[in-house]
């Protein structure tokens, strides 16, 4: 099953070219925080989270690019 949704928060940070950014999401239970640099800029609660699954990294009309992506449990 999948699901999709969006958050109410909106993000006021910038996205420079040729700058890189190290991104981090955690998911603790329903918790999930998003951190560029070390700084947190999101916090969400999902009240219905799911166990498990494979995280998705998207972009639209942009020519940003993910490497170097790393998957850990906790």
Do not use: M
Not at 4 to 13: D, H, V
Not at 28 to 51: M, Y
Not at 53 to 65: A, D, E, F, V
């Amino acid at each position: 099953a999948t699901r999709s949704g969006t958050f109410s928060t909106s993000f006021a940070g910038h996205c420079r070219q040729g700058i890189t950014y190290h991104l981090a999401v955690a998911k603790r239970s329903g918790d999930i925080t998003f951190s560029v640099d070390g700084r947190e800029v999101l916090k969400a609660t999902d009240p219905t989270p799911l166990a498990g699954g494979i995280p998705g990294l998207r972009t639209y009309r942009t020519r940003l690019w993910w490497d170097n992506i790393k998957q850990r449990a906790r």
